[in-house]
Structure formats: C-alpha cells, structure tokens
C-alpha cells in the first residue's frame, strides 16, 4: 500500500515556467510534509516543509500548497532555472520517531 | 552540512558476502535512519534507531540487521548479500529541537553493487 502517491514521475518545463508536483496521502495521522531536492550523486536535502495548521508555506521561490480536506500537497517553483533540475520527493511524517514516508520522486528539468 | 559521514562510499561485493554499512553523526542525535533508494521506488525505510541499542524494523528490513552501540554510530549489516540488495543507501537523522519536530537530514550515499 504506497501510502504517499506523487506525481507526474517527470516534468519538462522552460525557464521562468512554474512546475507544479502534486502529493497525496491516505494516513490521516501524518502530521508534517516535507519535500527534498536531490541531485545526482548526492543526498536529498530537505527544500521546505508544511504542517496542517496552515495552508501554503513560502520559502524564497517554494511554495508548499496543502490541502488537509483532500489530502493532497503540492509543491510550486516560481521563475524556474535550469539550476533547479533534480529529483523532487515528498514525503510525510506523523506520530513519534519521525519515520518518513516518501513518494516515488518527480524528475525536473528546466530547459534554458 | 548535518555531520553525518556514511562509509563506504562505494562497495562492489558477491552473492552471499557479509556486508556493514556505517553512519556516523557528529551532533548527538538521538533518531537515526536507513533509507535504500531504487529507481521507481523513492526511499524506503530498512531499520531506524531511536537511542543506543534501541531500535525498529521499516518497511523493508528483511535480509538487514542493525546496531547501534553508542550515540554516533549506527550500523547496517547484510548477512549474505542478495543482488536485490544492490542499491544506495542513505543514513539519515532527525533534528528534534526548536518545536519544528523532526527533520530529518540525509548523508552523501553508500552506493552497494552485489553481484
């Protein structure tokens, strides 16, 4: 049971463009929702990270969008750069120990 | 930079081989975590710790073991490595302080070739 469903699993855009990657979630006890940028040969490193007592979180050109009725989160890059290609997951967390679980991962290019 | 070290870095073993991967952390963390990452899978969870000699099984913890004998030091240990097991793992902690609760923070990766 995937139990954090992300998509699409790719996404082209040109620079300045806004991608947008979409989360879902079926555990209603997560609690906190993070999304990580990787890039090749690297660690993922956490990008932003939203609680649901609010709805949309900015963090420089991050955005986090949350939806708690439906489940869902998003993440939106303003002015996308060819800098912010890498691999995007989001994941979810809630209880103790701070176990996350992840999303399969959205590959982003921004074309220049 | 959350001062985790993994090593190795990179590892190329045989079928039925043992094989430990090692985190170190510098901040005294209390929660640590092993994640393996395969394409069209994401990171899923192998074991997690939550102090020393405490720790739990993930989501995909057959055919891996881990210790945890002091603060800094987790552990990852493949009895008899599988090719299935190929993959790279990442060792992660959790910063529980300042009421943000955990954020968690990756290692650089130890890539694993089982052939």
């Known amino acids: 049971q995937q139990q954090v469903k992300q998509s699409p699993q790719s996404l082209i855009v040109q620079k300045g463009g806004i991608p947008i990657i979409n989360c879902a979630y079926e555990?209603?006890?997560?609690?906190?929702f993070p999304w990580y940028q990787q890039f090749p040969g690297k660690g993922p490193a956490l990008l932003i990270a939203?609680?649901?007592?609010?709805s949309e979180k900015k963090e420089g050109r991050f955005t986090i969008s949350f939806n708690k009725s439906a489940k869902q989160f998003s993440l939106h890059i303003m002015d996308s750069q060819p800098g912010d290609s890498a691999t995007y997951f989001c994941a979810a967390s809630g209880g103790s120990n701070y176990k996350l679980t992840f999303g399969k991962g959205t590959l982003l290019t921004v074309n220049p | 930079d959350a001062g985790i070290t993994q090593s190795p870095r990179h590892k190329v073993t045989e079928t039925g081989t043992p094989v430990t991967l090692r985190c170190h952390q510098t901040?005294?963390?209390?929660?640590m975590y092993w994640y393996r990452q395969d394409p069209g899978h994401g990171l899923r969870l192998i074991h997690y710790s939550y102090g020393v000699k405490d720790t739990d099984k993930g989501e995909v913890s057959d055919g891996y073991s881990v210790s945890r004998s002091k603060t800094e030091d987790f552990l990852l240990t493949l009895e008899s490595a599988t090719s299935s097991q190929t993959s790279v793992y990442f060792c992660?902690?959790?910063?529980?302080?300042?009421?943000?609760?955990?954020?968690?923070?990756f290692g650089e990766g130890s890539r694993l070739t089982v052939l």
């Open positions: 555990n209603t006890a997560f609690d906190y």
């Open positions: 992660a902690i959790a910063r529980t302080s300042g009421g943000q609760g955990g954020e968690l923070f």
């Open positions: 901040e005294n963390h209390r929660y």
């Open positions: 939203i609680r649901p007592d609010v």
